[in-house]
T-cell receptor, first 113, second 114 residues
């Protein structure tokens, strides 16, 4: 069975500071990993994914994530957070042989001005 | 190209009532799925379909039925609504494989069961 853990319910940072949202996963075999963002009363928007190749993945809106196989982690990062980055962030994983995504519980990010 | 559309946007039901949540896509994607989103639990897969005429259960299928008669439509049916089904429901499609793959999510349907 596959699963995702997002250990922090909330992350609070000041604008201009680095932002990190943590994610660890469990899956048999090589994982496909994803980050999505959800703004209030909206659907999910795709940020980035790791399928294969370079462990550092760059995505939309200046976000990046690093795949660490030994630590089974896929943390989302942004060097300089903006107030507009305040949203709910979801990490997701799936087995390459299956289309079913498993999501973490989500992390609410608040960036204060 | 409308992408993934869901109707209605918001619905209030009484316990025991039935209803169908509609999901349609115009991208000719074979794979479609339904998720429910509840606070502190992320999104959980209800049912999915890998093509017209083929459906299967996800993580939380009880109380829900689906059918897939066409590639475009994937309705979710609640036969007898319960308060535990109060949630936000998202339909999604899947395109491609490997580095080319992407999931597209609809805007969601907010359901309140009294």
């Amino acid at each position: 069975a596959q699963s995702v853990a997002q250990p922090e319910d909330q992350v609070n940072v000041a604008e201009g500071n680095p932002l990190t949202v943590k994610c660890t996963y469990s899956v048999s075999g090589n994982p496909y990993l994803f980050w999505y963002v959800q703004y209030p009363n909206r659907g999910l928007q795709f940020l980035l994914k790791y399928i294969t190749g370079d462990n550092l993945v760059k995505g939309s809106y200046g976000f990046e994530a690093e795949f660490n196989k030994s630590q089974t982690s896929f943390h989302l990062k942004k060097p300089s957070a903006l107030v507009s980055d305040s949203a709910l962030y979801f990490c997701a994983v799936r087995d390459p042989n299956d289309y079913k995504l498993s999501f973490g519980a989500g992390t609410t990010v608040t960036v204060r001005a | 190209n409308a992408g993934v559309t869901q109707t209605p946007k918001f619905q209030v039901l009484k316990t025991g009532q039935s209803m169908t949540l509609q999901c349609a896509q115009d991208m000719n994607h074979e794979y479609m799925s339904w998720y429910r989103q509840d606070p502190g639990m992320g999104l959980r897969l209800i049912h999915y379909s890998v093509g017209a005429g083929i459906t299967d259960q996800g993580e939380v299928p009880n109380g829900y039925n689906v059918s897939r008669s066409t590639t475009e439509d994937f309705p979710l049916r609640l036969l007898s609504a319960a308060p535990s089904q109060t949630s936000v429901y998202f339909c999604a499609t899947h395109k491609g494989s490997g580095t080319q793959e992407t999931q597209y999510f609809g805007p969601g349907t907010r359901l309140l069961v009294l």
